[in-house]
């Protein structure tokens, strides 16, 4: 079992729609989660990061952590043409450096 | 400005060659990564080093190699022996101790002609 899986979509949504991500993993003992937006063509950029459970706004963007089912959001509120993108999501396997990452969602926001 | 540098942008490479990517940061990271990413495969880590000297095989580490001889530079290797070299390879660096975010290069676009 891979240690975070995603939904690759693509997702296609009309401009001002609220917009979910999600992932899901594998090992109880991750606490740190991370979510990355990536252009096409380009380096990925940090878009927020959480710690343990519980919910993280910034903006338009909410990370949200479930640990009891080991499930990971990221909701954009009034999306905007700007925020098509793929996104990722990330996390450090227990007890390690070692960053895993999922396949990432291709999102399209249409005006 | 600090950040990580990744050079060339574009690389082309005949087969059967061995190439060097460049990747260089100045946020005094002890940790280092490269991942390597097709369309449809998301980003799979190829190696990571924590400090200097050291560094550890990510899930497909066949056919590259790395050094890290310098706290800021950690150059890959992809070598004549990695069967489908063509991708994007991305360097990233970040914390090591407290589990913290990473920060990405902006690629190199591998292509093998």
């Known amino acids: 079992q891979k240690e975070v899986e995603q939904d690759p979509g693509p997702l296609s949504v009309p401009e001002g729609a609220i917009v979910s991500l999600n992932c899901t993993y594998s090992n109880s003992a991750f606490q740190y989660f991370m979510w990355y937006r990536q252009y096409s063509r380009k380096g990925p950029e940090l878009l927020m990061y959480t710690y343990s459970s519980g919910n993280k706004e910034d903006g338009r963007f909410t990370a949200q952590v479930d640990k009891s089912s080991k499930y990971i959001s990221l909701f954009i509120r009034d999306s905007q043409p700007s925020d098509s993108a793929t996104y990722l999501c990330a996390t450090f396997q227990g007890g390690s450096e070692k960053l895993v990452f999922g396949k990432g969602t291709k999102l399209t926001v249409n005006p | 400005d600090g950040g990580i540098t990744q050079s060339p942008k574009y690389l082309f490479r005949k087969e059967g060659q061995n190439v060097t990517l460049s990747c260089e940061q100045n946020?005094?990271?002890?940790?280092m990564y490269w991942y390597r990413q097709d369309p449809g495969q998301g980003l799979r880590l190829i190696y990571y080093?924590?400090?200097?000297?050291?560094?550890q095989k990510g899930d497909i580490a066949e056919g590259y190699s790395v050094s890290r001889e310098k706290k800021e530079s950690f150059p890959l290797t992809v070598t004549s022996a990695q069967k489908n070299p063509t991708a994007f390879y991305l360097c990233a660096s970040g914390y090591t101790g407290v589990e913290t975010e990473a920060f990405f290069g902006q690629g190199t676009r591998l292509t093998v002609v």
């Open positions: 946020l005094n990271h002890d940790a």
């Open positions: 080093s924590q400090i200097v000297n050291d560094f």
